[in-house]
T-cell receptor, first 109, second 114 residues
Framework: GQNIDQPTEMTATEGAIVQINCTYQTSGFNGLFWYQQHAGEAPTFLSYNVLDGLEEKGRFSSFLSRSKGYSYLLLKELQMKDSASYLCAVKDSNYQLIWGAGTKLIIKP | IAGITQAPTSQILAAGRRMTLRCTQDMRHNAMYWYRQDLGLGLRLIHYSNTAGTTGKGEVPDGYSVSRANTDDFPLTLASAVPSQTSVYFC?????????????FGPGTRLTVL
């Protein structure tokens, strides 16, 4: 079966750095996506990785290791508005997105 | 403002009733999708359409049907609603069915079936 694993919930302090991990087992791999979802709202696109390595985009970075079936999302200089759920999704061999259950990130002042 | 709209925003429905959730996009995207999101679970694909006139089944298609008569609209129909279909439904679209296409989501419909 196909599986995406991420921690259910994480807590971090405003101004700090947090790393949200995602491991996956899927039938094929055609890229990994990270989305942000604020409570009661739609998911919004954050990042895309298809090759190994780190992709940096402002305060957010995403890393991929295809051999390990592993990715992480790194958030720097945390702000209160970063309190949200972060969804990891993998595009499988059929080009369909398989989604993790999401990691709820709580930011404390 | 370009994007995806969904209607209704929320709905309470009696079991056994028929319901159509509407989705419209104005980005001229070829591909469209319907997901359901339940607490503790990832988004699950119900149905998708790679282009107007074609549809396909996702992970959880039973009890749902879709049509894609044109590029912009992708309605989802529950023929006879059951309580297990209580969920938040998201419609999404993407520019092409390929590696790098990003899916853009509508605001969602919160459906409660009693």
């Amino acid at each position: 079966g196909q599986n995406i694993d991420q921690p259910t919930e994480m807590t971090a302090t405003e101004g700090a750095i947090v790393q949200i991990n995602c491991t996956y087992q899927t039938s094929g791999f055609n890229g990994l996506f990270w989305y942000q979802q604020h409570a009661g709202e739609a998911p919004t696109f954050l990042s895309y990785n298809v090759l190994d390595g780190l992709e940096e985009k402002g305060r957010f970075s995403s890393f991929l290791s295809r051999s390990k079936g592993y990715s992480y999302l790194l958030l720097k200089e945390l702000q209160m508005k970063d309190s949200a759920s972060y969804l990891c999704a993998v595009k499988d061999s059929n080009y369909q997105l398989i989604w993790g259950a999401g990691t709820k990130l709580i930011i404390k002042p | 403002i370009a994007g995806i709209t969904q209607a209704p925003t929320s709905q309470i429905l009696a079991a056994g009733r028929r319901m159509t959730l509407r989705c419209t996009q104005d980005m001229r995207h070829n591909a469209m999708y319907w997901y359901r999101q339940d607490l503790g679970l990832g988004l699950r694909l119900i149905h998708y359409s790679n282009t107007a006139g074609t549809t396909g089944k996702g992970e959880v298609p039973d009890g749902y049907s879709v049509s894609r008569a044109n590029t912009d609209d992708f309605p989802l129909t529950l023929a006879s609603a059951v309580p297990s279909q209580t969920s938040v439904y998201f419609c999404a679209s993407s520019d092409e069915q390929g590696n790098t296409d990003t899916q853009y989501f509508g605001p969602g419909t919160r459906l409660t079936v009693l």
